[in-house]
């Protein structure tokens, strides 16, 4: 059973930076990795996923240009590099992995990530 633990979130001012962490208590190398974000009176919205084979990443509209997911297989860690933050951002963002995320309709999905964090909040405000 993979464990993974998020770290990184906190009150951020608009413009500003943030960079989340999502270690794992084993290799991450057979694992596509994700990370999502729910806020109070919203859907859980897939943000990005990095795969396990090619390095090839995936963006939501809404981040685009201003988050970047990489990983660091020797550290079993995946990082969301936040930029650019807006009070929109506000939410507790999770981290999954599984061996087959899926990308559908330009949406990822929760089915294909079997393991996850149990999340890490958030807040751009002034």
């Known amino acids: 059973q993979l464990q993974l633990v998020e770290s990184g979130g906190g009150l951020v001012q608009p413009g500003g930076s943030l960079r989340l962490s999502c270690v794992a208590s084993?290799?991450?190398?057979?694992?596509?990795v994700g990370w999502f974000r729910q806020a109070p009176g919203r859907e859980r919205e897939g943000v990005s996923c990095?795969?396990?084979?090619?390095?090839?990443?995936y963006y939501a509209d809404s981040v685009k240009g201003r988050f970047t997911i990489s990983r660091d297989n020797a550290k079993n860690t995946v990082y969301l590099q936040m930029n650019s933050l807006k009070p929109e951002d506000t939410a507790v963002y999770y981290c999954?992995?599984?061996?087959?995320?899926?990308?559908?309709?330009?949406?990822?999905?929760?089915?294909?990530?079997?393991?996850w964090g149990e999340g890490t909040l958030v807040t751009v405000s002034a």
């Open positions: 990095i795969s396990a084979t090619d390095g090839g990443t």
């Open positions: 084993g290799t991450l190398d057979p694992y596509g």
């Open positions: 999954a992995a599984g061996d087959s995320p899926e990308v559908v309709a330009g949406k990822l999905l929760r089915r294909g990530l079997d393991y």
